[in-house]
């Protein structure tokens, strides 16, 4: 039902079933929030998205109060405003005044509201926290004293994630967030994903930083510093230098990684490619041989580590693939080293992710050989837009330059690898050839596309109905996982990755991006495919020649001591 409400002395349009900040954002009035979550049940604790009611004189919470028929509203009178500047300031009360220092520092909606709602002196002063800084992670770095105890980290580790390894601690004054029994985060059930970054409001929750060991190698002239980029990568960064959503700085970002000192540059997607000549191979051994089904990528890390403790009984399920970013450090520390005539161990490569959860499968003793580690050191998206920066690169000056080859040309198959959905795609389309010898009429996949939470298709192969399912954000998984384990749903494949919506929205990419920016990220990608002619990983060139002169065969002896591995389950505190 359709009515009108009243706001700031105008008649607006509401629905029945419609929250206040429903209509304000539909109507392009900003009322600021702190702990609210688009398409989340609203908590209403934070009271910084308090409006008045005139008809009844109170102070509500527009995030969790409905609209109704008739109702006047007032979104910045002198109470409101006056309500949340004292909100603001009694967070600040015992925020650490170290701005100048933070991670966050220009990217802090705390900052910003202090900015916005003109808090120039301390009226309220409290008693600072002095809670230990947790360095413990191999991803994450937990910093107490600035956080504001909006929610937001819980609720997304809990209902999103389904890991819930952070909750509330304590009661009143002496409430903060920390994992079970206040231990230290590598000891808890935290799968690395970097969801609870991407929604911290302060810098209480970052990544952990490589970038001191970084530039010493870059400087280092003994040490020859490589580097690849995930397939996501080049469609994403542009945002970190203010450019519009989706734009796709490929070449580029080439120049702007050899201006910062790197000596080779490489495309993870060749190595996306690679992943699917061994992962489709798998697959079909599996179907053909009776082994255990439904296989499970394997690619996402935050997954793997989710499914190492919550589903060891599932781990024969994962395909024994590395990722693609430890299947290119396997390659360049083995093959590309003998080729250049260059040592393991006086090459550092280095990785450029979506993904937190990327440097904790770099330090993985699963990812290591005679104690060499296949990939030495990661950044995400944001560290790598820091680092341009911190070189004083105009990434709007920089010629565009190709990746450095063998190990750089790829297909349009492994640049879906960023997006949900994509590992799925590129595999039936290689899966198909092998199989049958031909192509897909179609390389379009569509019921495997877009940000659905949970996605099932069908593709006949010569007879044999393959069944797949493609599942994002890891609480997706459970429901799907034990829907499965039930014998409820038979299938042959499935894709899972533990962010919403892929890589593209992964825990190391920009922070603030609004829903429609990841769409076009997705959009960037889908347009990459249509438009290249090179779209599946089996016509990659230097993939064939890859295995022509070096691997022999997809899952032979060679391969499948370099690039393929397994694990095991996996014990945490609670």
Same mark, same amino acid.
């Given at each position: 039902?359709s009515?009108?409400?009243?706001?700031?002395?105008?008649?607006?349009?509401?629905r029945?079933?419609?929250?206040?900040?429903?209509?304000?954002?539909?109507?392009?009035?900003?009322?600021?929030?702190?702990?609210?979550?688009k398409d989340?049940?609203?908590?209403?604790?934070c009271?910084?998205?308090?409006?008045?009611?005139t008809?009844?004189?109170?102070?509500?919470?527009?995030?969790?109060?409905?609209?109704?028929?008739?109702?006047?509203?007032?979104?910045?009178?002198?109470?409101?405003?006056?309500s949340?500047?004292?909100?603001?300031?009694?967070?600040?009360?015992?925020?650490?005044?170290?701005?100048?220092?933070c991670?966050?520092n220009?990217?802090?909606?705390?900052?910003?509201?202090?900015?916005?709602?003109?808090?120039?002196?301390?009226?309220?002063?409290?008693?600072?926290?002095?809670?230990?800084?947790d360095?413990? $992670?191999?991803?994450?770095?937990?910093d107490?004293?600035?956080?504001i105890?909006?929610g937001?980290?819980?609720?997304?580790?809990?209902?999103?994630?389904?890991v819930?390894?952070?909750?509330?601690?304590?009661?009143?004054?002496?409430?903060?967030i920390?994992?079970?029994?206040?231990?230290?985060? =590598?000891?808890?059930?935290c799968?690395?994903?970097?969801?609870?970054i991407m929604?911290?409001?302060?810098?209480?929750?970052?990544?952990?930083?490589?970038?001191?060991?970084?530039?010493?190698?870059?400087?280092n002239?003994?040490k020859?510093?490589?580097?690849?980029?995930?397939?996501?990568?080049?469609?994403?960064?542009?945002?970190?230098?203010?450019m519009?959503?989706?734009?796709?700085?490929?070449?580029?970002?080439?120049?702007?990684?050899?201006?910062?000192?790197?000596?080779?540059?490489?495309?993870?997607?060749?190595a996306?490619?690679l992943?699917?000549?061994?992962e489709?191979?798998?697959?079909?051994?599996?179907v053909k041989?009776?082994?255990?089904?439904?296989?499970?990528?394997?690619?996402?890390?935050?997954?793997?580590?989710?499914?190492?403790?919550?589903?060891?009984?599932?781990?024969?399920?994962?395909?024994?693939?590395?990722?693609?970013?430890?299947?290119?450090?396997?390659?360049i520390?083995s093959?590309?080293a003998?080729?250049k005539?260059?040592k393991?161990?006086?090459?550092?490569?280095?990785?450029?992710?979506?993904?937190?959860?990327?440097?904790f499968?770099?330090?993985?003793?699963?990812?290591?050989?005679?104690?060499?580690?296949?990939?030495?050191?990661?950044?995400t998206?944001r560290?790598?837009?820091?680092?341009?920066?911190?070189?004083?690169?105009?990434?709007?000056?920089?010629?565009?330059e190709?990746?450095?080859?063998?190990?750089?040309?790829?297909?349009s198959?492994?640049?879906?690898f $960023?997006?949900?959905?994509?590992?799925?795609?590129?595999?039936?389309?290689?899966? &198909?050839?092998?199989l049958? $010898?031909?192509?897909?009429?179609?390389?379009?996949?569509?019921?495997?596309?877009?940000?659905?939470?949970?996605k099932e298709?069908?593709i006949?192969?010569?007879g044999? =109905?393959l069944?797949?399912?493609v599942?994002?954000?890891?609480?997706?998984?459970?429901?799907?996982?034990?829907?499965?384990?039930?014998?409820?749903?038979?299938?042959?494949f499935?894709?899972?990755?533990?962010?919403?919506?892929?890589?593209?929205? $992964?825990?190391?990419?920009?922070i603030?991006?609004?829903?429609?920016?990841?769409?076009?990220?997705m959009?960037a990608? &889908?347009?990459?495919d249509d438009?290249?002619?090179?779209?599946?990983?089996?016509?990659?060139?230097?993939?064939?020649?890859l295995?022509?002169s070096f691997?022999?065969?997809?899952?032979?002896?060679?391969?499948?001591?370099?690039?393929h591995?397994?694990?095991?389950k996996?014990?945490?505190?609670?």
């Amino acid at each position: 039902m359709s009515f009108l409400i009243e706001v700031n002395n105008k008649n607006i349009g509401a629905r029945s079933g419609e929250t206040i900040l429903d209509v304000m954002k539909r109507e392009g009035i900003n009322v600021p929030t702190l702990c609210y979550i688009k398409d989340r049940f609203p908590s209403g604790s934070c009271r910084m998205c308090v409006v008045e009611n005139t008809k009844t004189g109170r102070l509500v919470t527009a995030c969790s109060t409905p609209v109704d028929e008739g109702m006047k509203i007032q979104t910045h009178s002198p109470r409101v405003i006056e309500s949340r500047k004292t909100i603001v300031e009694l967070l600040l009360s015992n925020h650490p005044d170290d701005c100048l220092y933070c991670v966050r520092n220009k990217n802090c909606e705390l900052q910003d509201l202090s900015e916005e709602l003109q808090v120039r002196e301390r009226r309220i002063k409290g008693e600072k926290n002095k809670i230990h800084i947790d360095r413990s $992670g191999a991803s994450l770095v937990r910093d107490p004293d600035k956080c504001i105890l909006c929610g937001r980290c819980v609720r997304i580790c809990e209902e999103v994630m389904g890991v819930a390894c952070i909750d509330f601690i304590d009661r009143g004054s002496k409430s903060f967030i920390g994992t079970a029994f206040d231990k230290s985060i =590598n000891t808890s059930s935290c799968v690395n994903c970097g969801q609870c970054i991407m929604v911290c409001p302060t810098g209480a929750l970052s990544e952990k930083s490589h970038f001191t060991e970084l530039i010493s190698m870059l400087n280092n002239p003994e040490k020859t510093v490589v580097v690849q980029y995930a397939p996501s990568i080049s469609v994403s960064l542009a945002e970190e230098f203010n450019m519009p959503p989706g734009i796709d700085i490929n070449n580029v970002l080439n120049g702007a990684l050899r201006k910062v000192g790197f000596k080779y540059v490489f495309d993870t997607t060749f190595a996306a490619d690679l992943t699917i000549m061994e992962e489709a191979a798998e697959l079909i051994d599996r179907v053909k041989n009776g082994g255990k089904l439904p296989m499970i990528t394997s690619c996402c890390p935050g997954w793997v580590k989710f499914a190492e403790e919550f589903y060891p009984d599932m781990l024969p399920n994962l395909s024994t693939c590395k990722s693609p970013q430890q299947m290119l450090g396997a390659v360049i520390k083995s093959h590309w080293a003998e080729e250049k005539g260059a040592k393991p161990e006086d090459i550092y490569s280095v990785s450029i992710m979506p993904c937190t959860a990327k440097k904790f499968e770099a330090q993985r003793e699963e990812m290591t050989s005679m104690g060499i580690s296949d990939v030495d050191a990661v950044l995400t998206t944001r560290e790598l837009g820091q680092l341009i920066r911190m070189y004083g690169i105009d990434i709007n000056q920089i010629a565009p330059e190709t990746n450095d080859s063998p190990l750089g040309f790829r297909s349009s198959a492994g640049k879906l690898f $960023g997006a949900t959905g994509g590992v799925m795609e590129a595999a039936i389309r290689t899966a &198909y050839h092998m199989l049958t $010898g031909e192509e897909l009429v179609r390389f379009r996949i569509e019921p495997l596309r877009g940000m659905k939470g949970c996605k099932e298709a069908s593709i006949d192969v010569n007879g044999l =109905n393959l069944k797949v399912a493609v599942v994002n954000g890891l609480a997706n998984a459970r429901i799907l996982l034990d829907i499965v384990k039930r014998g409820e749903k038979e299938l042959h494949f499935i894709e899972v990755m533990a962010c919403p919506g892929g890589c593209i929205n $992964g825990g190391g990419q920009h922070i603030g991006a609004s829903e429609e920016a990841v769409m076009a990220r997705m959009k960037a990608l &889908y347009d990459i495919d249509d438009k290249e002619t090179v779209k599946v990983s089996h016509k990659n060139p230097e993939i064939i020649k890859l295995y022509e002169s070096f691997l022999g065969k997809p899952l032979g002896r060679k391969s499948h001591k370099l690039l393929h591995t397994d694990y095991t389950k996996r014990d945490v505190l609670l």
